[in-house]
C-alpha cells in the first residue's frame, strides 16, 4: 500500500462495498448495474446512519442534529432539506443512480486503489472501466470478512500438499495409523477463529448479502451467521426490498 492509499478503517462503505463488487481484472461489475446501483445507495445510508448522521425514527429516515465529517455530505443535505421524511427503501431508489457510482469510482482512483481505464466503440461511444490498481485495501477488507464469518475468500490459495502430507500421524490402540485426529478437540482447534465483527465490517456484510455477492466472495462462509448478523439492518432490508421491486418489474415486462 502506498503513501496515498488510505488504510481499511478509512475507507468509507460505499467504498467499501463497490471495491468488493468490481472485478479485479477487467474493472467491471460483479452484479448487473441494477443490483450495483441499488445497494451503492443503500451504502450510503449505511454509512450516515454509523456516523451518526441518520437514523431510523419509527418508518422514516431522519437527520440528526450531528454534522459529522464525511464524503457524503451532498446526500446527507438531500436528507436534511426534505420537508417530509421517506421510507429506506424510497431513499434508495433516489439515492441510486449512474452518478453516485461514478463519483466513488473516480474517489478510489484518486486515491490510488483503482485505475480508471476508458475504452470506444466504433470511435462514438466511450465506456469506463476501474480494475484494481492496489489490492491491499481489498484484501484487507476480506480478512476481516473471512474472520467474522469463518471460511477462505474466493482467491484464496489451495492448501499446501507437502504440509498435508506433513501432518502427524496418530498410532491407534490396535497399531494403525491415522492422520487425522480423532479427538474432539483437536477437531474443534481445527475450525477457523470466528471474532465478533465491528459495526463497518457487520454492516459491510449485511450489504454484500443483499447485493448477492457474500458468496462469490467468501464461498465457505457461515451463511447462518451472516443473517443472524444482517437481521435487523434496515439499510441492507431497503436494498432487498428495492432489489426485489425491480426483479418483479423486469417478470411482468410483456415480451415483444
Known amino acids: 500500500m502506498n503513501a496515498e492509499t488510505p488504510k481499511v478503517a478509512e475507507l468509507n462503505l460505499p467504498q467499501a462495498f463497490l471495491l468488493l463488487a468490481t472485478n479485479d ?7 448487473p448495474m441494477y443490483a450495483l446501483r441499488t445497494t451503492m445507495a443503500g451504502a450510503i445510508l449505511a454509512e450516515l446512519d454509523l456516523i451518526g448522521a441518520i437514523g431510523l425514527q419509527g418508518k422514516h429516515v431522519r437527520a440528526t442534529g450531528t454534522s459529522p465529517q464525511t464524503d457524503l455530505q451532498h446526500e446527507l443535505e438531500l436528507i436534511r432539506g426534505k420537508s417530509r421524511p421517506h421510507t429506506p427503501k424510497r431513499w434508495v431508489s433516489m439515492l441510486e443512480g ?15 486503489i483503482v485505475e480508471h481505464v476508458g475504452e470506444k466503440h466504433l470511435g462514438l461511444f466511450r465506456t469506463v472501466r476501474y480494475p484494481e490498481k492496489d489490492h491491499a485495501p481489498e484484501a484487507a477488507l476480506l480478512k476481516k ?3 467474522a464469518l469463518g471460511g477462505a475468500p474466493a482467491d484464496a490459495e489451495a492448501p499446501d500438499a507437502t504440509a498435508e502430507a506433513e501432518a502427524p500421524v496418530i498410532t491407534t490402540e490396535a497399531g494403525a495409523s491415522d492422520s487425522t485426529p480423532t479427538d474432539a ?4 482447534a481445527a475450525k477457523p477463529d470466528v471474532k ?5 465490517t457487520t454492516a459491510l456484510i449485511a450489504l454484500l448479502q443483499a447485493a448477492g455477492l457474500l458468496g462469490k466472495l467468501v464461498p465457505a462462509a457461515d451463511k447462518i451467521r451472516a443473517s443472524e448478523l444482517a437481521k435487523g439492518y434496515w439499510p441492507s432490508h431497503s436494498v432487498e ?5 425491480i426483479r418483479l418489474a423486469e417478470e411482468e415486462e410483456p415480451g415483444i
Open 98 to 112: 449512474r452518478a453516485e457510482v461514478q463519483r466513488v469510482y473516480e474517489g478510489m482512483a484518486a486515491l490510488g
Open 25 to 31: 481484472q477487467d474493472g467491471k461489475p460483479s452484479v
Open 185 to 188: 478437540s483437536a477437531t474443534e
Open 241 to 245: 426490498d428495492e432489489l426485489r421491486m
Open 145 to 147: 470478512i473471512q474472520a
Open 196 to 200: 465478533a465483527p465491528d459495526a463497518r
